[in-house]
C-alpha cells in the first residue's frame, strides 16, 4: 500500500516558489539598502570635500567667514561681523517635510507694474 503524503506536489512547488521569491526580494531590499549607504557615505565625503575647498579659497582670498544654523528660508550674508569674521546664515532643516524637498517655485514680477507671473 502506498504512503500517502501530508502535502501535494502542488503545495510543495507553491511553497518552493514562495521561498524562493521571498529569498530573493530579501537580497534585492539588502542590496538597495547598501547601495542607499554607499550613496549617503559618497555624499557626505563630496559636500565635506567642496565645503573644504570653499575655506581654502575664503582663506586664501582674505576672506574669514563663520556659520550660524537658522530654520529661516534664507541662508546667506547677514550684514554683521563678529570681529574678523563675516557671519553668514546657513539654512538647516531638522525636519524635512515634502515640501522642503519639492522645487522650487519662481515668480516673475514686472518691473514698474503691479503685475506678478506665478
Not at 526580494?25 to 542607499?36: D, M, P, Q, V
Not at 515640501?99 to 514680477?109: D, G, V
Request: proline residues 5%.
Amino acid at each position: 500500500m502506498a504512503e500517502t503524503s501530508r502535502w501535494s506536489r502542488r503545495t510543495i512547488l507553491l511553497l518552493s516558489v514562495l521561498c524562493i521569491s521571498l529569498l530573493g526580494n530579501a537580497g534585492l531590499l539588502g542590496r538597495a539598502w547598501w547601495t542607499n549607504q554607499q550613496w549617503e557615505m559618497a555624499m557626505n565625503g563630496i559636500a565635506s570635500y567642496a565645503a573644504a575647498m570653499q575655506a581654502h579659497a575664503d582663506f586664501a582670498n582674505g576672506v574669514r567667514r563663520q556659520y550660524e544654523l537658522s530654520e529661516g528660508e534664507k541662508s546667506g550674508y547677514t550684514h554683521r561681523n563678529d570681529g574678523p569674521f563675516e557671519v553668514w546664515q546657513w539654512t538647516y532643516y531638522p525636519n524635512p517635510s515634502i515640501n522642503q524637498l519639492s522645487p522650487p517655485q519662481y515668480s516673475l514680477t514686472i518691473p514698474g507694474s503691479a503685475a506678478r507671473l506665478d
